[in-house]
């Protein structure tokens, strides 16, 4: 298609001196004609035929380089996106969690619809300079100056064109961070998501004067710098004017001295104008094309971004049934920038078949040790041993498909209720009997027989005929993902914090049920969760203080002890 575009438009370009010519040679006709009634016609009228069969392929050739830098333009735009969302999949999760990568990754994102229109210039400013290349030719076929001219009037603006595309990129990319907070407060201030708290709180006014100052110091430090290109634009296009009607003169007067005939007059002045507007265009569009040039290197950036987890060389399989389970040697992790390590020093292990509870407050480092363990994060310090073999020389597609995560803030997708639920294992997207099994494993079926359209009833508010549920109604389809997989560790992280307590005891005897024989580790506030569990491990700043069954740590009157007594005379 790129090829078909370019070939259309070298055929395109060299129409407008092709039908300048033969505009001339009308013109020069028409004057013989009328100053010799006896001669023919005919030659006249072909000419004038022929003219009127350029300016049809021109129009047609021009409606054709459209469609395709249309479709070019659509394609570019979709492969593009396909691209950085595959590279942001091989991506580690504290990567998503650095502020500098979320600056590379948006300006890369851009890139796929501001930039779709980039080869279309390039390729038209191609056309353009072998059009300039014909009109040239006969130009300098009658005097080499006029050229010459023409180049030095416009030379000085394509300088100052370049230098201010320089400074508006500089200009734009140490905007990004504060234009990430400025798109943010724009979707805090009108979002269905948000509407409930800042209704609640009255936060209008104070999002909407948040968004006022960041606009206008944008506003100020881009007005700036219009203002300088802009009266340095007018200086620039005086130039050319001036190059350019100076050259005009001259051909009137050679003209005027009976030098040239009236057919040439036409055909250098047609040529001549046509020759500005050329450059006026190629001017004009420089400017995007280096800017596009300039802020695509973005683009490119970003896929020089490689993964800190490395794969395997030769990775191993996952073991079909765990042996000895996983063991954590003085793991430490430590996220990128911060101060203080998010877990350190853990020695335990987990065993097979067992069920372990961490218990902690929050910010102690539960989830960070379920993502390590999941392999979301390599070890900062120390490693993590399965079967005793370390954690990294494992398949990881293989391990994460035998790990089941489902966390406290897991995603509602604005999908069917179906789809909410295979996400748990898209490759059985259309396994309706293995999701009805897993709502059935989650109660989430008695959920589903309520819904008017069942299984396939659009969830969330987004799209039309949507319904939203319950925070309780969501947790169970999250559940329900956890079972779509046969994974010999299941992991939930808070998983019953928006269920009643009839729901919660439910699930976690069906939990009890359906985890027989395999691992399970269960992130829980409440205690009547936590007892079930065979071990309990107890974290405080992200170290491991105690570990042991509820009864022992209860006889032991330490943290969990503490924790428990809380807790319970609220109950009292």
Known sequence: MTIVSFVLRIIRSAMPVALLYVGKLIIDDVIILSHNHAAQTYHLWQLVGLEFVLAILT????????????????????????????????LDLDQFEDAVFYDKLERA????????????????????????????????????????????????????????????????????????????????????????????????GFIIDRFKQLSARFYKDNKRLSIQRSLWGTFFAMLGSVGYYAAYVFIIVGAIEGKVSIGQLAFLAGSFRQLRSLLEGILTRFTSVSQGAIYLSDFFDFFEIRPKIKLAAKPLPFPKVIQQGFVFEDVGFKYVNAERWANRHLNFTLYPGEKLALVGENGAGKTTLVKLLSRLYDPTEGRILLDGVDLREYDLTDLRLNVGVIFQDYLRYQMTFAQNIAAGNINQLHNDALIKQSAKQSLADLLAAKLPGGYNQQLGKRFADGVELSGGEWQKVALARAYMRDAQLLILDEPTSALDARAEYEVFQRFADLTKGKSAILISHRFSTVRMADRILVLEKGELKEIGSHEELLIKGGIYAELFDLQAMGYR
């Open 59 to 90: 129009d047609g050739l021009s409606r054709a380089i459209t469609l395709m830098d249309s479709l070019l333009g659509d394609l570019f735009s979709n492969h593009t996106s396909v691209r950085i969302m595959s590279h942001a999949a091989m």
């Open 109 to 204: 994102r851009q890139q796929t619809v501001g930039r779709t229109i980039l080869l279309s210039q390039i390729m038209s400013q191609i056309q353009d300079l072998i059009t300039m290349a014909f009109l040239a030719a006969g130009l300098m076929a009658f005097n080499p100056w006029l050229i010459i001219m023409l180049l030095f009037a416009i030379i000085p603006a394509f300088l100052g064109e370049s230098y201010f595309n320089d400074r508006s990129y500089l200009l734009t990319r140490g905007q990004t961070p504060e234009r990430r907070e400025l798109d943010y407060v724009r979707y805090l201030g009108a979002s269905d998501e948000t509407a409930k708290e800042i209704k609640i709180f009255d936060l209008s």
